[in-house]
T-cell receptor, first 109, second 114 residues
Framework: QQPVQSPQAVILREGEDAVINCSSSKALYSVHWYRQKHGEAPVFLMILLKGGEQKGHEKISASFNEKKQQSSLYLTASQLSYSGTYFCGTAGGAQKLVFGQGTRLTINP | ETGVTQSPTHLIKTRGQQVTLRCSSQ?????VSWYQQALGQGPQFIFQYYREEENGRGNFPPRFSGLQFPNYSSELNVNALELDDSALYLC?????????????FGPGTRLLVL
């Protein structure tokens, strides 16, 4: 079952914040976040494991609520380099990684 | 740079032909997963190879097959190509096969079927 990402697209000005959500109908063991720029391969951002932990990476952080089967990616004080399509990938039990449809983030100067 | 390489970068085939795509995993990784990414979509899981054995398969027909070699590099073979097979094919390597492992993607092979 493919996770559902929201919003599908968002446009920000440089310095603004964004939140990207990822919801699954299945119990999750891990959530993986990637960013993909046009014509390039997805680049790993972070992985969150069952346990509700929050992770941070410079101005990008994420949370994982296993009870709600949801994860959120937080981008703070966005930079032009943050532009791209963000994908969450979810995995539960023996299920391999299933990716959402993506959230397109555009950062304008 | 993830250390994962794929060849060729681009390929044009006609309907009904067969194609082989190649992937070299990152040093120290024994697992390779293959994905198909259609334009504007997220990567769709095709199958995974762990220590030379298929270790999970997505909803793809048997004409999609693969191999993993003793050095953990991998091939994806697609027979009887269809127009809908046109996509970016990504491989990702990971240290091992668990869902807690980070997968590192290669640059992909863009396949166009005419």
């Amino acid at each position: 079952q493919q996770p559902v990402q929201s919003p599908q697209a968002v446009i920000l000005r440089e310095g603004e914040d964004a939140v990207i959500n990822c919801s699954s109908s299945k119990a999750l063991y891990s959530v993986h976040w990637y960013r993909q720029k046009h014509g390039e391969a997805p680049v790993f951002l972070m992985i969150l494991l069952k346990g509700g932990e929050q992770k941070g990476h410079e101005k990008i952080s994420a949370s994982f609520n296993e009870k709600k089967q949801q994860s959120s990616l937080y981008l703070t004080a966005s930079q032009l380099s943050y532009s791209g399509t963000y994908f969450c990938g979810t995995a539960g039990g023996a299920q391999k990684l299933v990716f959402g449809q993506g959230t397109r983030l555009t950062i304008n100067p | 740079e993830t250390g994962v390489t794929q060849s060729p970068t681009h390929l044009i085939k006609t309907r009904g032909q067969q194609v082989t795509l190649r992937c070299s995993s990152q040093s120290g990784h024994n697992t390779v997963s293959w994905y198909q990414q259609a334009l504007g979509q997220g990567p769709q899981f095709i199958f995974q190879y762990y220590r030379e054995e298929e270790n999970g398969r997505g909803n793809f027909p048997p004409r999609f097959s693969g191999l993993q070699f003793p050095n953990y590099s991998s091939e994806l073979n697609v027979n009887a190509l269809e127009l809908d097979d046109s996509a970016l094919y990504l491989c990702a390597s990971s240290r091992t096969s668990g869902v807690q492992e980070t997968q590192y993607f290669g640059p992909g092979t863009r396949l166009l079927v005419l």
